[in-house]
C-alpha cells in the first residue's frame, strides 16, 4: 500500500487492523499514563512542530519526523493529548520533543517539551 493511503489512514485515525494487517504497536501496556514531559526518553521521543491547538477537545496537530515506536513515517497528524494540561504551554508554531502511543486506536501525545 502506498504512503499516501498510510497518511489517510493515520489523520483518520484508522487502526490498520481495519485492513486486514497486523498491527503490534499498543504499547499502552508498559508505558505509564500521564508520564510527566520533562521525563521524554529519547529512545522514544519524536521531533516536530506545532502547527494547531485545540484545547476545548484536547488534541494538537503536530508536523513531526519518524515516530519509530509506532512505525510511523513522516507526516501532519492530530493527536490526543494524554492529559489536556501537556497542551498549556503550547502555541502554533514552537518546536517539540514528544512522545507518542496508540491507545485504544488513538494516537495520543504522552508528553511533550519545547525544544529550543
Not at 502506498?2 to 490498520?16: G, K, M, V
Given at each position: 500500500m502506498?504512503?499516501?493511503?498510510?497518511?489517510?489512514?493515520?489523520?483518520?485515525?484508522?487502526?490498520?487492523a481495519v485492513f486486514g494487517?497486523?498491527?503490534?504497536?499498543?504499547?499502552?501496556?508498559?508505558?505509564?499514563?500521564g508520564a510527566a514531559s520533562s521525563a521524554l526518553a529519547s529512545q522514544?521521543?519524536?521531533?516536530?512542530?506545532?502547527?494547531?491547538?485545540?484545547?476545548?477537545?484536547?488534541?494538537?496537530t503536530l508536523r513531526h519526523g519518524r515516530?519509530?515506536?509506532?512505525?510511523?513515517?513522516?507526516?501532519?497528524?492530530?493527536f490526543t493529548a494524554s492529559d489536556p494540561a501537556l497542551l498549556e504551554k503550547l502555541n502554533p508554531?514552537?518546536?517539540?520533543?514528544?512522545?507518542a502511543e496508540k491507545r485504544n486506536g488513538v494516537f495520543t501525545v504522552t508528553g511533550i517539551e519545547l525544544v529550543n
Open positions: 502506498s504512503i499516501r493511503f498510510f497518511a489517510l489512514a493515520a489523520a483518520l485515525n484508522l487502526s490498520p494487517q497486523s498491527s503490534n504497536t499498543d504499547h499502552s501496556t508498559h508505558h505509564p499514563a522514544t521521543a519524536s521531533e516536530g512542530e506545532v502547527r494547531r491547538i485545540d484545547k476545548a477537545q484536547g488534541k494538537v515516530i519509530e515506536n509506532l512505525d510511523m513515517p513522516p507526516m501532519t497528524m492530530v508554531g514552537d518546536k517539540v520533543r514528544f512522545s
